[in-house]
């Protein structure tokens, strides 16, 4: 049986970046992955600008100047400035090419027409030189760079309205069981509401992943694999959710093998979600989780995500790992490594009951999972503890 560590080791080295590239508007590209440098096209700032609202001065060496025009933001007339003379100035605006300085308006006293230092002013002060941010020509942002709400407006205050990223996989989710029914129907004897489908793709959504597609496959061989063979061809990842495990009515395992899937690794010495199994065909990622929702969601988060965030370019791609303290006791019952629903507040950390995989209420208050590997057998108050946050 794989362990933990080797399988997130295993899910890394068989999972490769994409090759696929698409050009985005810079306002949609929120969480993508720069697929080659960005270029600057312009100085920034493109001319001397002010930094204050203020007095713009043809000298450093007097006390009082006379005022002689006005120069605001957007304005592109570059007024005449001499020695002795002032302008009046606002943050943003165009510094007349024969200023020295601009002093802060709350620094001068104005007499008449006069403008009177209160202290001297030095050369270049509050001005913004000319590309100080960068210039025309270096790199803005370089290849593989995550794109955040900052580095949106950093390209769009350079003017540029297209980037060009590494294309998101397209996902498909694959839901088996015959006793599985779509939420707000009546449930006969025998039933349960289908709930991995819609918490996997919130759960992608959440992540950044919109291109996804669902299929509901009943619990025969011949079905699964021909659901399988298509979902192969047409998407870059496919997860599985249910039968993968040995029951008399688990085909998906069977048909994956039978298709000329190529295994990785099938089950993993972790609690919950042991019946994991990942596999790659061509280009395509496979990931059948178990189909308890609270195993599902765990392998999801710690091998999925992972796996997704390195497709899309990400170079670091696992959820945060911290330690917080223990503010209670718990005991390992077996000897797997247990990846347990907590929360975590003023770096205290507690385990929640109802840790069973078939439960998600636990993971619905958790903002934290616990991870404990193998050799802990149990945890006191005080004891430092492993968490990855959730997203």
Do not use: W
Not at 96 to 106: F, L, Y
Not at 231 to 241: C, F, G, P, R, T
Not at 294 to 319: D, M, Q, R, T, W
């Amino acid at each position: 049986m794989t362990s933990v560590e080797q399988a997130i080791r295993l899910v890394n080295k068989y999972t490769k970046t994409t090759e696929k590239t698409t050009t985005i508007a810079v306002s949609a590209s929120i969480g993508s992955v720069l697929a080659k440098d960005i270029v600057s096209p312009i100085n920034m700032p493109p001319f001397r600008q002010s930094a204050m609202d203020g007095y713009a001065l043809g000298s450093v060496e007097e006390k009082s100047f006379s005022l002689v025009g006005e120069v605001q933001a957007g304005d592109n007339t570059d007024p005449n400035i001499a020695k002795g003379e002032a302008i009046r100035i606002f943050t943003g605006a165009p510094v007349p090419s024969g200023a020295k300085a601009v002093v802060m308006q709350e620094k001068v006293i104005i007499d008449n027409n006069t403008v009177v230092l209160q202290e001297a002013a030095s050369l270049d002060s509050n001005i913004r030189p000319e590309g100080e941010q960068i210039k025309k020509g270096e790199i803005a942002l370089a290849k593989g760079t995550v794109i955040t709400p900052a580095g949106i407006g950093y390209l769009a205050t350079l003017g540029i309205t297209h980037v060009e990223v590494y294309q998101k996989p397209s996902i498909a989710i694959i839901a088996t069981g015959n006793e599985l029914i779509p939420p707000g129907q009546s449930l006969q004897h025998g039933q349960i509401y289908e709930s991995n489908s819609v918490m996997l793709s919130t759960a992608l959504n959440a992540s950044g992943f919109s291109n996804i597609e669902f299929y509901k496959v009943e619990d025969e061989y011949n079905a699964t694999k021909t659901i399988l063979e298509k979902a192969l061809q047409e998407y870059d990842v496919v997860l599985i959710s249910g039968g993968i495990s040995v029951g008399d009515y688990d085909f998906a395992g069977k048909a994956l093998r039978d298709i000329g899937v190529e295994e990785i690794f099938y089950k993993v010495k972790q609690k919950p979600g042991k019946p994991l199994f990942f596999a790659e065909k061509d280009n395509t990622t496979i990931f059948a989780l178990p189909g308890n929702p609270a195993s599902s969601l765990s392998c999801f988060y710690i091998y999925v995500i992972p796996a997704l965030l390195k497709i899309s370019g990400y170079a670091e791609n696992s959820l945060p790992r911290s330690t917080a303290i223990s503010d209670g006791t718990y005991i390992k019952k077996g000897e797997r490594a247990e990846f347990l629903k907590a929360t975590v507040k003023d770096q205290k950390v507690t385990i929640l009951d109802g840790q069973a995989s078939s439960m998600l209420r636990s993971f619905a208050l958790a903002n934290v999972i616990v991870y404990l590997p193998e050799e802990v057998t149990e945890v006191g108050p005080g004891d430092a503890l492993q968490i990855i946050n959730l997203p």
